[in-house]
């Protein structure tokens, strides 16, 4: 029988391109979401479908889904510092409540649940690369910690219910990661870099921009997901590009392929904004078969002519 999937955030940047995915590979599909940051243009190409169900729905909140679920993908949650700084209680909630009320729909439904974390579990880390045996250096009660500490407290419910309830959990430690679809107003590096330099204005550059990211396409980190989730694994897992890139490289690299002039401007480095990030991907490579294959640069030029047509496009179709 065809297997039945809810992912939660599914209009969101990563939710939406799950949701493809696990359509192509033959799933049916219910993507759950508030709308919060997410958008149902990142989904209205597959409206009609009949293996696909869109359900608006706040997963802080009771969750019901008729039928039998075979996964819960948890994706739902603001995912930018502009996001979880103006909204930190909703960032909180969903990452508690909602973690906890997708977990008891797994439990009773019986089906397997994997966990979107992130890589700020790791906060502005004193180990690099970042393998999963770090236990992270966090400021709780900082600007950042509403995002970083829903994130922790996700993952240990998560443990806990695996081992509590026996639920077939997987925990993706998600590093950054871009492509189309991105909000044109997510406030991250690489779409405030792209958006800026398509209009031509100044490019912002917080801090001289010596800090360092990993860059990971949409594309590669999905097949992760989708690895990890047929995966026997239950401890969390490293998902991203262990190529290590300045903020300032990414910001000019993005200035030349638009072919911008802009100025680069440097402003205050937010607090607590990690100095350096960079994923340990041994266990990934290992026990998933898996690694990013999308050059860098492919993924930009791609995701510089997504944002481009939407720019291009009326104010109604922008997202």
């Known amino acids: 029988m065809q297997r039945r999937a809810l992912v939660t955030g599914g209009s969101g940047f990563l939710g939406s391109h799950l949701c493809d995915r696990l359509l192509a590979d033959g799933w049916q599909v219910v993507a759950m979401d508030?709308?919060?940051?997410?958008?149902t243009s990142n989904i209205a190409h597959l409206a009609g479908r009949r293996d696909f169900v869109f359900i608006h729905h706040d997963v802080t909140n009771f969750i019901f889904v008729d039928g039998p679920i075979d996964a819960v993908l948890h994706f739902a949650s603001p995912a930018s510092p502009r996001?979880?700084?103006e909204m930190p209680i909703q960032t909180l909630k969903v990452g508690s409540l909602g973690t906890h009320k997708a977990?008891?729909?797994?439990?009773?439904?019986?089906?397997?649940?994997?966990?979107a974390s992130t890589s700020e579990v790791y906060g502005d880390p004193l180990i690099h690369p970042q393998p999963e045996s770090y236990w992270g250096h966090v400021?709780?009660?900082?600007?950042?910690?509403?995002?970083?500490?829903?994130?922790?407290?996700?993952?240990?419910?998560?443990?806990?219910?695996?081992?509590?309830?026996?639920?077939?959990t997987k925990i993706a430690r998600i590093f950054n990661t871009f492509g189309p679809r991105m909000r044109l107003d997510d406030g991250r590096a690489i779409p405030n870099f792209m958006l800026q330099a398509l209009r031509g204005q100044p490019i912002t550059?917080?801090?001289d921009g010596s800090q360092t990211r990993s860059f990971c396409y949409v594309d590669?980190?999905?097949d992760g997901i989708v690895r990890l989730l047929e995966s026997s694994v239950h401890e969390p897992v490293n998902l991203g590009n262990p190529e290590e890139w300045t903020v300032r490289r990414m910001a000019e690299t993005i200035r030349d392929l638009v072919g911008s002039a802009a100025p680069i401007v440097e402003h205050p480095l937010p607090e607590d904004d990690p100095k350096v990030r960079q994923p340990e991907i041994r266990l990934a490579q290992s026990v998933l078969g898996w690694s990013p294959r999308t050059a860098i640069d492919d993924g930009l030029r791609r995701t510089i002519e997504d944002f481009r047509a939407r720019l291009?496009?009326?104010q109604a179709s922008r997202a």
């Open 34 to 39: 508030n709308l919060l940051t997410g958008s």
């Open 83 to 85: 996001d979880y700084h």
């Open 103 to 115: 977990l008891g729909l797994a439990l009773a439904k019986g089906s397997r649940f994997l966990l």
């Open 139 to 168: 400021n709780p009660i900082g600007p950042r910690g509403v995002y970083d500490e829903a994130k922790r407290f996700a993952e240990a419910i998560t443990m806990a219910y695996h081992r509590t309830h026996g639920v077939d």
């Open 205 to 207: 550059l917080f801090g």
């Open 220 to 222: 590669d980190l999905v």
């Open 312 to 314: 291009d496009a009326p």
